[in-house]
């Protein structure tokens, strides 16, 4: 597979990409999308007055507090409320725009639909869903990527449902060498939450999705695990950073959602917070 040089430290401005382009169908009959459900209280120096802060803000918030004032969201028909709520961003203090998916096949596919408008930029990647600490992550990985010069940089925190998510196996070094897609028994202790990377990998993305799109079965899905597990295989340097004390809540079930107010990495809004 043809590849587009390394990323290097002087490469372009970094942008966010956030998939939102899920059913949700495993919380029910939600009144709005899962992504502005309201979680807390957003008190920041965006608004004039407390207002629910929903759970997309999080990730902004992680995105603006690292640099990243340029966000592109992808969605599917249908999923109006999305753009209808946050506008053009201000209130979370970035930009926001917004893309339509095509084909419904997984996260990678949705995040293909920003090619056109990434593809010469640094991406930070999250879920809309998922809620996570430290503060500083995408600060972090992306002073790794500069510091290794990797095409792709993972966020690693300890899983504590694997069943669930993408597994990763590192080597001595931290270094992912082997993805398990939710696995039903595993020894491994660390699943990824976040990224960034370079052009490279968005150009690596695209051809792979590109030439395997026209006959992807449409009753099977494609993770981003998967992505990078076939990546490594074709020399696209992929490192990490783990973060032990790390934590995460992903609000995708209804009992993970029903335990939202005891995430021990949310709590209520700091001082720092509250004024932006």
């Given at each position: 597979?043809?590849?587009?040089?390394?990323?290097?430290?002087?490469?372009?401005?970094?942008?966010?990409?956030?998939?939102a382009?899920?059913?949700?169908?495993?919380?029910?009959?939600?009144?709005?999308?899962?992504?502005?459900?309201?979680?807390d209280w957003?008190?920041?120096a965006?608004?004039?007055?407390?207002?629910?802060?929903?759970?997309s803000?999080?990730?902004?918030?992680?995105y603006r507090?690292?640099?990243?004032?340029?966000?592109?969201?992808?969605l599917?028909?249908g999923?109006?409320?999305?753009?209808?709520?946050?506008?053009?961003?201000?209130?979370?203090?970035?930009?926001?725009?917004?893309?339509?998916?095509?084909?419904?096949?997984?996260?990678?596919?949705?995040?293909?639909?920003?090619?056109?408008?990434?593809?010469?930029?640094?991406?930070?990647?999250?879920f809309?869903?998922?809620l996570?600490?430290?503060?500083?992550?995408?600060?972090?990985?992306?002073?790794?990527?500069?510091?290794?010069g990797a095409?792709?940089?993972?966020?690693?925190?300890?899983?504590?449902?694997?069943?669930?998510?993408?597994?990763?196996?590192?080597?001595?070094?931290?270094?992912?060498?082997?993805f398990?897609?939710?696995?039903?028994?595993?020894?491994?202790?660390?699943?990824?939450?976040?990224?960034?990377?370079?052009?490279?990998?968005?150009?690596y993305?695209?051809?792979?999705?590109?030439?395997?799109?026209?006959?992807?079965?449409?009753?099977?899905?494609?993770?981003?695990?998967?992505v990078?597990?076939?990546a490594?295989s074709?020399?696209i340097e992929i490192?990490?950073?783990?973060?032990?004390?790390?934590?995460?809540?992903?609000?995708?079930?209804?009992?993970?959602?029903?335990a939202?107010?005891e995430?021990?990495?949310?709590?209520?809004?700091?001082?720092?917070?509250?004024t932006?």
């Amino acid at each position: 597979m043809t590849t587009s040089p390394r990323f290097t430290s002087d490469a372009p401005p970094i942008v966010g990409v956030v998939a939102a382009a899920g059913t949700a169908s495993r919380l029910g009959a939600l009144p709005c999308s899962k992504e502005i459900y309201p979680v807390d209280w957003d008190q920041s120096a965006f608004v004039e007055r407390p207002q629910p802060k929903v759970a997309s803000h999080y990730l902004f918030d992680h995105y603006r507090r690292a640099g990243i004032d340029t966000v592109y969201v992808v969605l599917r028909e249908g999923k109006w409320d999305i753009p209808s709520y946050w506008g053009d961003g201000h209130r979370a203090g970035v930009n926001l725009a917004y893309l339509m998916m095509r084909a419904p096949h997984g996260t990678p596919f949705t995040l293909n639909q920003a090619y056109p408008f990434v593809r010469d930029c640094r991406v930070a990647m999250g879920f809309p869903d998922i809620l996570f600490a430290p503060r500083d992550v995408y600060t972090q990985l992306l002073a790794h990527q500069e510091k290794t010069g990797a095409d792709v940089v993972l966020g690693l925190f300890q899983a504590h449902r694997p069943e669930k998510v993408d597994m990763v196996e590192v080597d001595g070094d931290g270094r992912p060498k082997h993805f398990l897609i939710k696995p039903k028994e595993t020894t491994l202790t660390y699943t990824w939450i976040c990224a960034v990377w370079g052009p490279r990998f968005t150009f690596y993305l695209h051809n792979l999705i590109t030439e395997v799109e026209s006959d992807w079965p449409s009753d099977e899905e494609l993770f981003l695990g998967d992505v990078f597990q076939r990546a490594l295989s074709d020399d696209i340097e992929i490192d990490a950073v783990c973060f032990p004390d790390g934590t995460y809540t992903d609000i995708g079930t209804p009992e993970e959602l029903a335990a939202i107010a005891e995430w021990e990495g949310m709590g209520r809004l700091s001082q720092t917070e509250m004024t932006g």
